[in-house]
DNA sequence: CACTGCAAGTTTTACGTATAACTACCGGGT
DNA sequence: ACCCGGTAGTTATACGTAAAACTTGCAGTG
């Protein structure tokens, strides 16, 4: 009998069932086909069943020196975008048997490495996204087996990467802003170090430098409205060969835009195009809606959770980029 | 010397620093003084430095029977605000030496119990918000410490529970429009069945009925734009007695009021005004500007996270109510 | 009849840690 | 000479599980 208040062991299930301990460990890991009678497993079943008995996942874990469990880091879930990379990552987990634990962290991870602390050592992998380079030396001297979403590729030594095709995106949205006659661009670029954002300013450059005529400003702001409201007002108040189209690093800047050309008296598409970069729910609610590239979040998180499954098992992460789409809606008009 | 390829162990640091297993534990464990002198307890720590130790945690839980871990389900990541829950939640917990697990349920708990199938029994306590009856009878069979955002009072039996002052809230948009000389009302309800939604539609029905010469409609929509959008467009068609005033149950559905009345011609806030609850960034990014309910969100997840402790260290749970705050912007204007 | 093979279990051990209980030594007081 | 108390450790055990190694009984085989 169980001490109350205590939950049962699979002790207590052998007691009831007049078994012994390891013939319900058999059972209840169904790995009993020719070690136990039928008759003998569906008493243990039932003793479990009575007693409430589920087993010790601690325990398991300990024994079985892994966890199922891997761990995504996220730079922020103030926008729905990791909210559907954590869904398709935790599908495609469910699917193998394991489970994601998801660990947003504001700053990146730190030197005090907060998720570990709680997490560390019950981890059989990490998916992390836009994470410091330290942190990505701190958990690979842990042997962690782990994929880098939208990291350099390059710099990302030995870890296996799953990116969106962000640098396509950004052509596309260029190809569509000088075929509707613009020349002159504004890039507001977030105020972030991190190589998603690199290749977006990188890719407009190329590509704004092989057509001859236009030119190219960069704004910086941090990811908020508020933020890119202020640093678009200032770029955009310069008055001879003032931008016409201003292409953001994501839709949140976007909207910052839209502010700062109410507030200058431009009007949008007319006197200016703006485009944004995620397709946010954000990007319909704006008046007029958010021309964009949408970018398929779950199928992200669908990717790099695939991609660690096979890095556990010892296959090969593939590791083609993930397209990406031109969403063209009332933002971007001639220029 | 331990194994490569295999995470050193105390016993290695044993070992190595040629002291017994007990030894380690005690100095890593900083509860050494009078047992062990500085020497060795530097020799020891000298020891782990170089080969890299840290303590497993998971023999760490199995052995003391706790994981300083609790589990934060959120029913969805769409919006900013489960976010906040978190980083409130996340700070009391660290300054106590816990660690939060986010676990976004999009339907809340199923049958299935997904998050305990990897989690369970690997958690000291659970805060959960919006959370199905039924899964709270599977978590309380568990015994596990629970601690309820936003649910009914009555219906949480034993449970803890810590609660936004939404009917102040609706209160307080009541009183502004009733201010405004507002009279007729639509009501654009959350089609979710939840607590804190039901709150809103009971407080406005009786505030209403308070006033004399008040008319109140109420229609319903799923929590996003498109949905919102299509309801309020319908809702907003009837010729007479078309409200002059829409309250939304959050500021998602404000947006799309504001999109349907853009189809349907009608200026915000000139031929109708808008409320939404919760201040997500959104409300300041649309135009006008939101008048809106905002809604603490980090200290609601602090408050979550202080009750759980309390109940985790059999204090009792205090259970006021977190006051909100009227915004009021440009969304609500005279009638 | 001795031997083999198999079903149906049981006994034992290991995972890595924390800690209770024990030991050994040494200086000092009586 | 003896005990006492404190310091500085060590030994042993438990947490709950999984699984390897062992035991037992029995039917079939040559």
């Not at 990146?108 to 570990?116: E, L, T």
């Amino acid at each position: 009998m169980p001490r109350a208040g205590t939950r049962p062991t699979s002790r207590d299930v052998a007691r009831a069932a007049g078994v012994s301990q390891a013939a319900v460990s058999l059972v209840m890991g169904d790995k009993w086909r020719g070690r136990v009678s039928e008759a003998t497993a569906e008493r243990v079943r039932d003793a479990a069943r009575t007693l409430g008995y589920r087993p010790n996942l601690v325990a398991r874990n300990l024994r079985l020196g892994r966890t199922r469990t891997v761990l995504l880091v996220v730079p922020a879930l103030t926008t729905e975008f990791f909210a559907g990379v954590y869904t398709g990552a935790a599908r495609v987990a469910s699917q193998h048997g394991f489970g994601v634990v998801l660990y947003p962290s504001p700053e990146g991870i730190g030197p005090a490495r907060d998720p570990f602390a709680s997490a560390e050592a019950a981890l059989d992998g990490v998916i992390a996204s836009s994470m410091a380079a330290e942190a990505l030396t701190a958990i690979r001297g842990d042997q962690l087996p782990l994929v880098m979403l939208d990291s350099d590729p390059g710099a990302s030594v030995g870890a296996a990467t799953v990116n969106l095709d962000i640098a396509d995106g950004i052509r596309q949205v260029t190809d569509h802003l000088l075929g509707l006659g613009h020349r002159r661009f504004l890039h507001l670029a977030a105020d972030v170090a991190s190589w998603t954002f690199e290749v977006r300013a990188r890719e407009l450059e190329e590509r704004l430098r092989a057509v001859p005529g236009t030119s190219l400003r960069t704004a910086r702001a941090p990811i908020s409205i508020r933020g890119a409201e202020a640093a678009a007002q200032a770029a955009l108040s310069v008055s001879p060969d003032r931008a016409t189209a201003v292409v953001c690093d994501d839709d949140q800047l976007a909207a910052g835009v839209y502010k700062a050309a109410r507030r200058l008296g431009l009007r949008v598409p007319d006197e200016l195009s703006v485009t944004g970069i995620d397709d946010l729910a954000l990007a319909t609610a704006i008046d007029p809606e958010l021309t964009t590239v949408r970018l398929d979040a779950e199928l992200f998180g669908e990717r790099g959770m695939g991609a660690l499954l096979a890095v556990l098992e010892g296959r090969d992460p593939s590791a083609d980029d993930i397209p990406v789409e031109l969403i063209v809606r009332g933002s971007t008009g001639r220029a």
